[in-house]
């Protein structure tokens, strides 16, 4: 059986330093995506749309292992986040925020093979938002990141960096927040969580 060591391949994007601020070339990839608003935390939009991306997710990766023997492992949830209005992405009105849910997808992935696994998905009446979800391609070109390890809620000084980073070089936002959740909060303490914080830049 073919095996996709996809961690391994886009390493250089999932390990950047804890202690400095790095520059990043992120090509284009394709994602299952779902868009949502409000606080992670209370919105229970929020679990459903996590719930139907695993679902298709897992599915997908199993149907194609059982029938085009491919096996790859199931990337980490990603995260944009943003405040319609706002330039650089503000922590503390949780309220406010727009975000698109997404995990990639290894390149053997279709819309073909979406669409089969979203209708399985969806006839087992287990993830109803699973309707929600698209594939898409997505590019973010030059961004600048850094890993911030910890509490998802302590992550403003990270992103502060990231701020000063750019802002030295006279670069701007061109694209939004975004994170990558290498931990799992079910199961690591809040303290050990490693998420990649990146943001794509252009010149002003």
Do not use: C
């Given at each position: 059986?073919?095996?996709?060591?996809?961690?391994?391949?886009?390493k250089p994007l999932l390990s950047p330093p804890s202690k400095d601020v790095v520059?990043?070339?992120?090509?284009?990839?394709?994602?299952?995506?779902?868009?949502?608003?409000?606080?992670?935390?209370t919105s229970p939009l929020f679990q459903e749309s996590m719930q139907a991306l695993?679902?298709?997710?897992?599915?997908?990766?199993?149907?194609?292992?059982?029938?085009?023997?491919?096996?790859?492992?199931?990337?980490?949830?990603?995260?944009?986040?943003?405040?319609?209005?706002?330039?650089?992405?503000?922590?503390?009105?949780?309220?406010?925020?727009?975000?698109?849910?997404?995990?990639?997808?290894?390149?053997?992935?279709?819309?073909?093979?979406?669409?089969?696994?979203?209708?399985?998905?969806?006839?087992?009446?287990?993830?109803?938002?699973?309707?929600?979800?698209?594939?898409?391609?997505?590019?973010?070109?030059?961004?600048?990141?850094?890993?911030?390890?910890?509490?998802?809620?302590?992550?403003?000084?990270?992103?502060?960096?990231?701020?000063?980073?750019?802002?030295?070089?006279?670069?701007?936002?061109?694209?939004?927040?975004?994170?990558i959740y290498l931990g799992d909060p079910r199961r690591s303490a809040p303290e050990?969580?490693?998420?990649?914080?990146?943001?794509?830049?252009?010149?002003?």
């Open positions: 059986m073919k095996k996709l060591d996809l961690r391994k391949e886009f520059v990043v070339q992120v090509p284009r990839f394709q994602f299952l995506m779902i868009d949502g608003h409000g606080d992670p935390n695993y679902a298709l997710a897992y599915g997908l990766k199993f149907t194609l292992k059982k029938e085009k023997a491919v096996d790859y492992p199931v990337m980490p949830i990603e995260g944009l986040w943003w405040s319609e209005g706002v330039e650089w992405f503000d922590m503390k009105e949780r309220r406010d925020w727009r975000w698109t849910l997404m995990i990639l997808q290894p390149s053997v992935v279709t819309k073909a093979w979406v669409e089969r696994v979203r209708a399985m998905t969806l006839e087992k009446g287990k993830a109803p938002a699973a309707a929600r979800v698209r594939f898409e391609p997505f590019r973010e070109g030059r961004s600048v990141q850094i890993l911030h390890i910890g509490p998802y809620a302590a992550e403003g000084p990270a992103i502060a960096r990231i701020h000063d980073y750019m802002s030295a070089r006279g670069w701007v936002p061109n694209g939004h927040h975004h994170e050990k969580l490693r998420t990649v914080l990146r943001q794509p830049a252009r010149p002003a």
